[in-house]
């Protein structure tokens, strides 16, 4: 099982409530992406780690979502205070830095629903 | 902001065609573009990675082409199968860092 991994697979809130999603890379990647998919849209760039560089957030779609990631390894998505638009499956991918060119590998996603 | 189209949305072809979808981006000035096939309910499988520098990338019956002056790229399918059912997402980044996907195309083969 050297793939990505994401947790949960599904998750269901309440409007108003905060969830954490999870995402495990694949072991030694270095770079590590979130993305949204909505219903019968692309798929939405969120946030990009790299290393220990500082993260490119400028896909974050408002100050209710953040993500970190700890130790260069896992990352968690947060949303607070969710929002009906926030239902979507949430993807990560990671991949080496290398110069053959940075193959994104996926997770399976979370699909998020906001009642 | 760049911006990628998929065309067709939809394709339904019998088996055994080959076939060609189309990726656009409005900004030819890009790091390097990528394929991608989504499975109902699965996260994306990589298909073929092509560097700013290349014209092309071959796997097995798949090839994919880059014109960036034109700002397209096509991913030709030779003699389909009923497993090459799937969303084909084609994805762009200018800075390597941030990709920006086409909404897809689905492509259905009949046995």
């Known amino acids: 099982g050297a793939g990505v991994s994401q947790s949960p697979s599904n998750k269901v809130t309440e409007k108003g409530k905060d969830v954490e999603l999870r995402c495990d890379p694949i072991?030694?990647?270095?770079?590590l992406y979130w993305y949204r998919q909505s219903l019968g849209q692309g798929l939405e760039f969120l946030i990009y780690?790299?290393?220990?560089?500082?993260?490119?957030k400028s896909g974050l779609p408002s100050d209710r979502f953040s993500a970190e990631r700890t130790g260069g390894s896992v990352s968690t998505l947060t949303i607070q205070r969710t929002q009906q638009e926030d239902s979507a499956v949430y993807l990560c991918?990671?991949?080496?830095?290398?110069?053959?060119?940075?193959?994104?590998?996926f997770g399976a996603g979370t699909r998020l629903s906001v009642l | 902001k760049q911006e990628v189209t998929q065309i067709p949305a939809a394709l339904s072809v019998p088996e055994g065609e080959n076939l060609v979808l189309n990726c656009s981006f409005t900004?030819?000035?890009?790091?390097?573009l990528q394929w991608f096939r989504q499975d109902p309910g699965k996260g994306l499988t990589s298909l073929l990675l092509?560097?700013?520098?290349?014209r092309e990338q071959t796997s097995g019956r798949l090839n994919a082409s880059l014109d960036k002056s034109s700002g397209r790229s096509t991913l030709y399918i030779a003699a389909s199968q009923p497993g090459d059912s799937a969303t084909y997402l084609c994805?762009?980044?200018?800075?390597?860092?941030?990709?920006?996907f086409g909404t897809g195309t689905s492509l259905t083969v009949i046995p």
């Open positions: 991918a990671s991949s080496l830095n290398s110069g053959r060119g940075r193959i994104q590998y």
């Open positions: 072991s030694g990647h270095t770079a």
């Open positions: 780690f790299q290393g220990n560089s500082a993260p490119d």
């Open positions: 900004d030819s000035a890009i790091y390097n």
């Open positions: 092509i560097q700013s520098s290349q």
């Open positions: 994805a762009v980044s200018s800075t390597g860092n941030q990709f920006y």
